[in-house]
């Protein structure tokens, strides 16, 4: 049997300087081509081959492959999550199990005693086979056995670990069916998890892509207990069951720590539960991970580069308002500047930044706060969102006054923005020489590159985005979701943002200072350059990344 390090000399991936270190050590070879993967030299998808060379099995992609479920039903998904394998049909009696390591004898013992049946083994790249676990194993099926146990016993909440991963066969059932709901909403790519009474049954809704779907229903008669389940793991008062609350809380999931932020709502059948998921890969994004067209990337990035001046980024609860102005701050931010942010709640913990916490019952709100971070000598200043004329002012001031701020306000459109400031009583002449650029955003969902189909473009599909054809590009290749297993029958996987950037030039300054409406700043706007939020569909529409449906689902 070939070794490692002789797979990879014969398929010409072992750079020369390496040859004098080859040899018959399993481990060496193996240190080697996780140097080699460290490096850049061979890619995950290279050292999986070579592994499955190495062991002499075949080699599979699970995102194509036909999975028989079947298989999947006979090894507890505990032991499959544990060992990172999966069954995924059978050959005969013989059952057929992918795995990243096909040296892991453990693992191939004891899916064989929980199978009762021999084992063969197919290699498959790690973060493939980690995606095809969490689509085939999902918990929707222990969630029901669980919600039937809790019926019938109608078990107490009790405490236990967070740690999702961790939870064991002998937790608290309802401790056991919270920690499925919030493990499987992650595995899901949910925003938010809805968990929501009524006169009969617990419904629990998931918002994936925007949309909310139903996934689950439990009994009646473990209400209170998942409540109070969840504001105890919040740090809610659990017996305030009259009034809305918010709270926080952590959880372990595949080995990484995720934040949720809690919400209860009183209604007539009982609390209602919102938890927020938010996860801090948003806080590393780049520039280029937020889908800016190359016109409206060149205006975003003149803007904040600026040493001072206001940015604002608008658009509705939900549309990404946050993580466009994290990601700016991820590009702002450096050791010799002082950026502070002021928030309600804090969302995402960035190190490097100090972030203040609104505070109204202490007396610390948007303007105190803003009032107080301006004597602490900040260069970035960002405010989570401004809400009236006394916040506004003072953001306008600091912007005024060699500080560049970055904040968020709720208007439709970008040319909205200016009539808005100048509605909260702020001075046009300081709406138009603070305000340097204006950005709205939607989300919209992205097509999914497994399955999406080529559509036929017709003039009925121009007029109702109300786009005109461009010369040759006069019926541009568009795409159409489909579905498939990788999207969840969807056709949609992930979402993007449209955006509409306005810079304000000395025109737009003009007109802020004389009132004008926001549909005048609106056609100035557009003579200089800028998209509205339907054009920039438009445009994604044609690079093949959503679909014509969903941009006028999202743009009025």
Request: glycine letters at 6%; proline letters at 4%; aromatic letters at 4%.
């Amino acid at each position: 049997m070939a070794s490692m390090t002789e797979i990879l000399i014969l398929h010409g991936l072992l750079p020369i300087e390496y040859l004098d270190r080859v040899s018959s050590d399993p481990a060496a070879d193996e240190a080697i081509a996780r140097e080699l993967l460290a490096r850049g030299a061979i890619n995950a998808v290279q050292l999986a081959q070579a592994r499955a060379a190495m062991a002499g099995v075949p080699y599979v992609e699970l995102v194509d492959y036909p999975v028989d479920r079947s298989a999947i039903t006979v090894v507890a998904a505990a032991i499959c999550r544990r060992h990172m394998v999966l069954p995924i049909g059978w050959d005969g009696d013989t059952l057929i199990v992918a795995t990243s390591d096909p040296g892991d004898v453990i693992a191939i013992d004891d899916v064989r005693a929980a199978a009762h049946a021999p084992v063969r083994l197919f290699v498959a790249e790690a973060t493939d086979l980690a995606g095809a676990i969490d689509r085939y194993l999902r918990a929707d099926d222990e969630l029901s056995d669980l919600s039937n146990t809790l019926e019938e016993e109608n078990a107490a909440e009790q405490q236990a670990t967070l740690a999702l991963s961790d939870a064991s066969e002998d937790d608290a059932p309802i401790v056991r069916f919270v920690n499925l709901l919030v493990s499987q909403a992650i595995q899901d790519h949910a925003s938010d998890i809805h968990i929501e009474p009524g006169e009969n049954e617990l419904r629990v809704r998931y918002r994936i892509d925007g949309v909310l779907h139903e996934m689950q229903s439990a009994p009646k008669s473990i209400q209170n207990g998942v409540t109070s389940r969840l504001k105890i793991m919040s740090d809610i008062d659990i017996a305030e069951r009259r009034k809305p609350q918010d709270g926080r809380m952590s959880v372990v999931h595949g080995g990484r720590q995720i934040d949720l932020r809690v919400a209860t709502l009183p209604t007539v059948w009982g609390e209602k539960v919102v938890m927020r998921i938010l996860d801090n890969s948003n806080t590393s994004m780049t520039l280029r991970d937020l889908n800016l067209l190359e016109r409206n990337a060149r205006a975003f990035e003149t803007a904040y580069s600026k040493p001072y001046g206001m940015i604002l980024v608008t658009g509705p609860t939900g549309s990404g308002k946050s993580t466009t102005l994290y990601t700016t701050l991820n590009e702002v931010s450096r050791p010799e500047i002082n950026v502070i942010t002021v928030e309600d709640p804090v969302e995402y913990r960035m190190p490097g930044i100090n972030q203040v916490q609104v505070n109204p019952k202490a007396g610390l709100t948007f303007a105190s706060a803003l009032r107080s971070i301006l004597r602490s000598d900040p260069d970035v200043v960002l405010l989570g969102e401004i809400r009236d004329h006394e916040t506004a002012q003072i953001a306008i001031e600091a912007a005024l006054t060699g500080h560049l701020v970055l904040s968020t306000l709720h208007t439709n459109d970008a040319p909205s923005a200016v009539t808005r400031l100048v509605e909260m009583d702020i001075e046009p002449f300081l709406v138009g020489s603070a305000l340097d650029c204006v950005v709205a955003q939607r989300l919209a969902r992205r097509l999914c590159e497994r399955c999406k189909a080529r559509k036929e473009l017709s003039e009925e599909d121009l007029r109702r985005l109300n786009v005109q054809p461009d010369g040759v590009d006069e019926f541009p290749t568009v795409f159409q979701p489909v579905g498939c297993t990788f999207c969840s029958n969807t056709g949609f996987r992930g979402r993007l943002a449209l955006h509409e950037v306005m810079t304000v030039t000395e025109e737009i300054e003009r007109l802020a200072v004389g009132r004008a409406s926001s549909a005048e700043i609106e056609r100035v706007a557009r003579e200089q350059g800028m998209l509205t939020l339907r054009e920039d569909g438009w445009e994604k529409v044609k690079l093949g990344v959503t679909s014509i449906e969903e941009i006028l689902r999202v743009v009025a």
